[in-house]
């Protein structure tokens, strides 16, 4: 990435302004999104429900603190990790060489999924998994997601208005799709891993239509909630290329209190031809060994029948080219998991018809 800019002041969106009945109001909220994930990639997202962090990092903290064999039965490869642990170094960025990030999560759907795409595509809708001795954890968690899904349905419908489409245009997409709320755990780096220069998460984007972060929290080697030991270390975004800056800005966002920082994904690229581009991030780690950070992101999924290809009103020749060909949003999901190592390759004979060896033993009959 090119040298960070703390002097980018980027755009804030007010849910109370893209409800608001003053016509004002909604179209200067409208902008800020067109500025944010039209430049940016990026808004700071203000006006939700979604409560503080310190409790849930802690629940989540007290889980990751157990033996790993206490964590095992929550290892769901057969789902491709899409539900309960994923343990450290499984998933990896796409562009760093296989490079897997030194992180632990859980994820969960704090929504219901269609029944029906839950027996198309079991493995990402598949059933939510919890320790029985946590009923704390299990409620916050899902309490915690929700609150960040309505968010971003709310956004969703001012992003659609800003871009002239109706106002349901990506609400309509969303409804029952296996959205996943993942607390995430980068683990403490040895001096000699700091020296060699690992990062917690490679640089990449995420596969989603929008991702939203009610930000990071750095635990001391102590295991204390406090502040980063350097100011160097957390989330960093690359913003789309900016005249001066063809490889884009790189960008830590740090927002205001109370705020989300809210990112485009790839889904939301493609439907809008590119129009909105998918925002590149990495997180970096203190130059201390010890240190650990936790943090949440919430990823708002199109609906795994729903097609992604560019919108009517983004359908130029090149956005069709650059897109193509069309896929099912669930199928885009299975070949990302792929390639990011949570699904085997050998996920992908599950493709198109499968029945030869009916054929053959018919044959073979003769």
């Known amino acids: 990435m090119s040298m960070a800019s ?20 909604r179209a200067g909220a409208h902008a800020a999104i067109l500025e944010g994930f039209g430049r940016y990639g990026l808004l700071y997202l203000r ?5 503080s962090t310190h409790e849930l990092y802690d629940a989540f903290a007290r889980f990751t603190a157990r033996p790993e064999a206490d964590k ?18 499984t998933e990896r960025a796409v562009v760093a060489g296989g490079q897997p990030d030194f992180k632990e999560c859980w994820f969960s759907a704090p929504l219901p999924v269609d029944p029906e795409s839950a027996a198309e595509f079991p493995e990402v809708c598949s059933e939510n998994v919890w320790p029985s001795d946590a009923p704390r954890f299990e409620a916050m968690t899902m309490g915690f997601g929700s609150a960040l899904h309505r968010a971003g349905m709310a956004l969703l419908e001012g992003v659609a208005c800003a871009l002239s489409l109706d106002r349901d245009t990506f609400a309509t997409r969303c409804e029952g799709a296996p959205h996943v709320f993942r607390l995430l755990k980068y683990l403490p780096l040895t001096a000699a891993q700091i020296s060699a220069g690992v990062l917690w998460g490679e640089e990449h984007t995420d596969f989603n239509l929008l991702t939203l972060l009610p930000g990071g929290q750095f ?6 909630q406090a502040a ?5 270390s957390g989330l ?18 740090v927002a205001k209190p109370g705020s989300l920082v809210v990112q485009v994904g790839q889904e939301l690229e493609i439907l809008t031809g590119g129009r909105l581009l998918a925002t590149p991030h990495e997180v970096t780690a203190p130059k201390t060994p010890g240190w650990s950070r936790f943090s949440a992101a919430h990823f708002i999924h199109l609906h795994p029948r ?3 290809s560019p919108l009517p009103a983004f359908r130029t020749r090149e956005a069709v080219r650059a897109y193509s060909p069309p896929t099912l949003a669930g199928t885009y999901s299975q070949k990302t998991l792929i390639d ?24 073979e009959g003769q």
């Not at 980063?228 to 160097?232: G, K, L, T, Y």
């Open 6 to 25: 703390d002097m980018i002041e980027l755009p804030t969106v007010d849910l109370a302004d893209l409800a608001s009945a003053e016509p004002e109001k």
């Open 228 to 232: 980063a030991p350097d100011a160097e």
């Open 47 to 51: 006006g939700h429900d979604v409560p």
């Open 306 to 308: 729903a097609v992604l």
């Open 236 to 253: 960093y975004l690359r913003t789309r290329p900016l005249p001066g800056h063809p490889r884009g800005l790189r960008v830590r966002p």
């Open 340 to 363: 990011i190592g949570l699904a085997p390759a050998s996920s992908i004979d599950s493709l198109g018809y499968r029945h030869y060896d009916r054929l053959a033993e018919q044959r």
């Open 219 to 224: 635990f001391s080697p102590s295991g204390e």
């Open 72 to 89: 095992q039965p929550f290892n769901r490869a057969d789902i491709w990790y899409q539900r309960g642990w994923t343990p450290p170094n």
